[in-house]
């Protein structure tokens, strides 16, 4: 069936071509019958406007292409919300692809949102490296979410997680924990900033020697595996700070499927404060993070550049907070100072 043409609106509406196209670019500058009657004409056709077209006048599509590095992680649906709403109260839409944690098919989501034309870009997790995201986008505004870096040509907007992971630590050793382990995710984004925040708070306390680092990833099966190496290996810690709340909840089944209690021999903490972490039968203790603030916050930055002129870079630090639940407590024998 064939496409209705602005041409056929024009007719049905006994107008020119030009009303038309005024009407759907810039309906305040008509009058209401004109309006009113071209509306109902393209209402009745079932025209849309092209959108490749409008955008090749004005040089805009006002779209927003925002790149996540895992889809299965529900930390990016709840940013993804604040993007949205965000770009939508300043008349742009966002469009999402997928990097799948992988450097490779992240530059071809780069790259698809580049050929669409997308005024911006928002990155959310980002695996590659910096200086290849300035060296590919160097035609639209970069905005990297979540994950922390100098660059004077990208923005980036992410939480203070060397401050977070210290603060679950500094309350873990409040409890009297000592025998701490930190799972981390390697060097994907967030994971170093947090190891390194846990290896300084555990420096400070004096307890350099109890310092564990087991490699795990951002991933329930990830957390699972590192976990099972930790009860392997027979020395068990009093506690496990985990990189996110999905390696947090892969550990506690590990835990639990080993019979141990939670929080009586091993107390847990993840980072993220996802929704499922409040849910009563998990209990999770949590580094929290603002998540659709980091979304409105990161489109703001992309905004501030495409409407408002900004040419210099800005990186914002949001702080975290910790959320106390049923997952952590006192070590056994050790009562909290």
Do not use: C, W
């Not at 080993?258 to 404060?273: F, K, M, T």
């Not at 580094?287 to 870079?313: F, I, K, N, W, Y």
């Amino acid at each position: 069936m064939k496409q209705p043409t602005i041409l056929d609106v024009a007719d049905r509406a006994g107008v020119s071509k030009s009303l038309v196209s005024l009407v759907m670019r810039e309906p305040e500058r008509v009058s209401e019958a004109s309006r009113v009657a071209v509306l109902a004409a393209a209402e009745e056709l079932g025209y849309r406007p092209n959108a490749v077209a409008r955008s090749l006048v004005q040089r805009r599509t006002k779209v927003i292409g925002v790149v996540l590095s895992d889809l299965h992680n529900p930390f990016f649906a709840d940013v993804a919300d604040g993007i949205e709403e965000a770009a939508f109260q300043r008349g742009y839409r966002a469009m999402l692809s997928s990097g799948f944690l992988d450097p490779k098919r992240e530059h071809g989501a780069i790259d698809m949102m580049l050929e669409l034309r997308v005024d911006g870009l928002i990155m959310l997790g980002s695996m590659m490296k910096v200086t290849k995201i300035e060296k590919m986008v160097t035609a639209v505004p970069v905005t990297l979410l979540g994950r922390h870096t100098r660059s004077k040509v990208v923005d980036s907007v992410g939480v203070d997680d060397s401050a977070g992971a210290q603060e679950a630590v500094d309350y873990l050793i409040e409890q009297g924990h000592r025998k701490i382990a930190h799972i981390h995710a390697g060097n994907v984004a967030g994971s170093p900033r947090r190891r390194s925040g846990y290896e300084k708070a555990m420096r400070r306390h004096g307890l350099d020697e109890h310092i564990r680092l087991v490699r795990g990833a951002f991933t329930e099966s990830g957390g699972a595996a590192a976990m099972t190496e930790i009860l392997a290996s027979g020395d068990l810690p009093t506690a496990v700070f985990a990189p996110n709340d999905f390696a947090a909840l892969g550990a506690l089944e590990v835990i639990d499927a080993a019979g141990l209690d939670i929080p009586g021999d091993i107390s847990l903490v993840g980072y993220d404060d996802l929704a499922l972490a409040a849910l009563p039968r998990i209990g999770l203790t949590t580094v929290g993070q603002p998540r659709a603030d980091l979304g409105r916050e990161a489109t703001h930055l992309v905004l501030e550049r495409l409407d408002e002129g900004r040419e210099s870079a800005r990186h914002v630090v949001v702080p975290p907070n910790l959320v106390v639940r049923s997952t952590t407590g006192p070590p056994r024998g050790a009562p909290a100072s």
